[in-house]
């Protein structure tokens, strides 16, 4: 069997919808007859409530579960706002174009390159990308799914790769959104990997308030299709302009946490990244939620954004985007940081990677560890010149990095 979608025989779908509407990930319930395991070295615990893949095939009087109840203002008032009415008017958000790209995304990809580490991987727009590496289902290794921002009518683009270097398209991770949200503005999809399942997380419009605000969805398997019952957001922080760019984070005890940015406000309120412990099924939020970083440096005004949290020789990492992203100002920084949840310090007074001759505006770096142990880090950038919807387009690219002291080295 190929890596692309393809028919599967007939008892494989009824087991594979068997064990969904059961709620369990059995070893022959995932791609292939095969069990898909999240990656060594995550910690993995109780499956999501919803497993989408019976989704389609549930009759209407018995629908999936909900998630967990997300932080509320009414029930939990320690958590960013998920409450679905605002007590009065809203400041208005920090400006920002509609991530969404406008063009259908390719179904193949051109030849592939003959270096993986710096090279465009994917000839599409693939904007925001989150790379999560997941036990081959025949156990020879890891293979590797990539999710991006919507693309003409693909909310969640999916693709997967055995290598990094080929990538083949698998299509629509979300089908429907959350009945909340409004369609077009889905941006900064990232997943976390449990036990027998997985979370994704993403940002949308909320339609009440025309706010970008987070939300969650679950599957059994890596490449979806994912399903999101919430009412209201997972996180909002509408005072603060909305809330986008969920990004997962496992540390080495095991402990989930989640990353993200609040929008900023156009009466004064900087753009802010966040921290928050996850649930160990990565469908609630505990404690309080910790600011790291917010706008504080020239190149970076006037937004950061795109966080992603990894660790790295004996400290945390926190890489983001800074500027705008649709001009070749976009740049990629990052801050060293004494726990998930801060404190955090900028090493630097200036981005770690900026436009070059090939490569403009890079952006939302995404970091994962390979299937040799390497740190890696996905980003986004425009070709050199063509920066801007409709011609050009945002491209995954894959770079290697490191840590000496404080100083973040990024090898393409």
């Given at each position: 069997?190929?890596?692309?979608?393809?028919?599967?025989?007939?008892?494989?779908?009824?087991?594979?919808l068997?064990?969904?509407?059961?709620?369990?990930?059995?070893?022959?319930?995932?791609?292939?007859?095969?069990?898909?395991?999240?990656?060594?070295?995550?910690?993995v615990?109780?499956?999501?409530?919803?497993p989408?893949?019976?989704?389609?095939?549930?009759?209407?009087?018995?629908?999936?579960?909900?998630?967990?109840?997300?932080?509320?203002?009414a029930?939990r008032?320690?958590?960013?706002?998920?409450?679905?009415?605002?007590?009065?008017?809203?400041?208005?958000?920090?400006?920002?174009?509609?991530?969404?790209?406008?063009?259908?995304?390719p179904?193949?990809?051109?030849?592939?390159?003959?270096?993986?580490?710096g090279?465009?991987?994917?000839?599409?727009?693939?904007?925001?990308p989150?790379?999560?590496?997941?036990?081959?289902?025949?156990?020879?290794?890891?293979?590797?799914?990539?999710?991006?921002?919507?693309?003409?009518?693909?909310?969640?683009?999916t693709?997967?790769?055995?290598?990094?270097?080929?990538?083949?398209?698998?299509?629509?991770a979300?089908?429907?959104?959350?009945?909340?949200a409004?369609?077009?503005?889905?941006?900064?999809?990232?997943?976390?990997?449990?036990?027998?399942?997985?979370?994704?997380y993403?940002?949308?419009?909320?339609?009440?308030?025309?706010?970008?605000c987070?939300?969650?969805?679950?599957?059994?398997?890596?490449?979806?299709?994912?399903?999101?019952?919430?009412?209201?957001?997972?996180?909002?922080?509408r005072?603060?302009?909305g809330?986008i760019?969920?990004?997962?984070?496992?540390?080495?005890?095991?402990t989930?946490?989640?990353?993200?940015?609040?929008?900023?406000?156009?009466?004064?309120?900087p753009?802010?990244?966040w921290?928050?412990?996850l649930?160990?099924d990565g469908?609630?939020?505990?404690?309080?939620?910790?600011?790291l970083?917010?706008?504080?440096?020239?190149?970076?005004?006037?937004?950061?954004e795109?966080?992603?949290?990894t660790?790295?020789?004996?400290?945390?990492?926190?890489?983001?985007?800074?500027?705008?992203?649709?001009?070749p100002?976009?740049?990629?920084g990052?801050?060293?940081?004494?726990?998930?949840?801060?404190?955090?310090?900028?090493?630097l007074?200036?981005?770690?990677?900026?436009?070059?001759?090939?490569?403009?505006?890079?952006?939302?770096?995404?970091?994962?560890?390979?299937?040799?142990?390497?740190?890696?880090?996905?980003?986004?950038?425009?070709?050199?010149?063509?920066?801007?919807?409709?011609?050009?387009?945002?491209?995954?690219?894959?770079?290697?990095?490191?840590?000496a002291?404080?100083?973040?080295?990024?090898?393409?």
């Amino acid at each position: 069997m190929g890596w692309g979608t393809s028919a599967r025989p007939r008892a494989v779908r009824s087991l594979l919808l068997a064990c969904a509407a059961g709620g369990l990930l059995l070893p022959a319930c995932a791609i292939g007859g095969h069990a898909t395991r999240p990656v060594a070295g995550l910690e993995v615990h109780t499956p999501p409530t919803s497993p989408s893949t019976a989704a389609a095939a549930a009759p209407a009087t018995a629908p999936p579960r909900p998630l967990a109840q997300p932080l509320n203002d009414a029930a939990r008032p320690s958590g960013p706002s998920s409450a679905p009415s605002p007590p009065h008017p809203l400041p208005k958000p920090l400006s920002e174009p509609n991530r969404v790209a406008p063009a259908a995304p390719p179904r193949a990809s051109a030849a592939p390159p003959a270096n993986p580490a710096g090279p465009v991987l994917w000839q599409g727009d693939f904007p925001d990308p989150f790379v999560a590496p997941v036990s081959d289902p025949v156990g020879t290794g890891s293979v590797y799914y990539a999710y991006a921002t919507q693309s003409g009518t693909t909310q969640v683009q999916t693709l997967r790769s055995p290598d990094l270097a080929h990538w083949e398209w698998v299509g629509e991770a979300l089908p429907r959104l959350a009945s909340w949200a409004t369609f077009g503005y889905l941006w900064g999809p990232s997943v976390l990997a449990r036990r027998t399942g997985y979370v994704l997380y993403y940002a949308t419009r909320e339609t009440a308030t025309a706010r970008q605000c987070i939300s969650a969805a679950v599957s059994l398997l890596p490449q979806g299709p994912f399903l999101d019952s919430s009412n209201h957001p997972f996180i909002c922080q509408r005072e603060r302009g909305g809330s986008i760019d969920p990004s997962p984070f496992v540390d080495d005890d095991g402990t989930p946490w989640l990353v993200w940015k609040s929008e900023g406000t156009l009466s004064g309120e900087p753009t802010r990244i966040w921290a928050q412990r996850l649930t160990a099924d990565g469908q609630g939020l505990l404690g309080q939620p910790s600011e790291l970083v917010h706008t504080d440096q020239p190149w970076e005004l006037p937004i950061v954004e795109g966080p992603s949290m990894t660790r790295a020789g004996g400290r945390y990492l926190l890489a983001y985007a800074g500027n705008r992203w649709e001009t070749p100002g976009y740049a990629i920084g990052y801050a060293v940081c004494a726990t998930p949840a801060g404190p955090c310090r900028k090493p630097l007074g200036a981005p770690v990677m900026a436009s070059n001759a090939s490569e403009a505006g890079p952006g939302s770096p995404s970091f994962f560890v390979d299937r040799a142990g390497a740190l890696r880090m996905a980003y986004h950038a425009w070709t050199a010149g063509q920066v801007g919807y409709p011609g050009g387009a945002r491209r995954l690219h894959v770079a290697s990095v490191s840590l000496a002291g404080d100083l973040m080295n990024v090898r393409e």
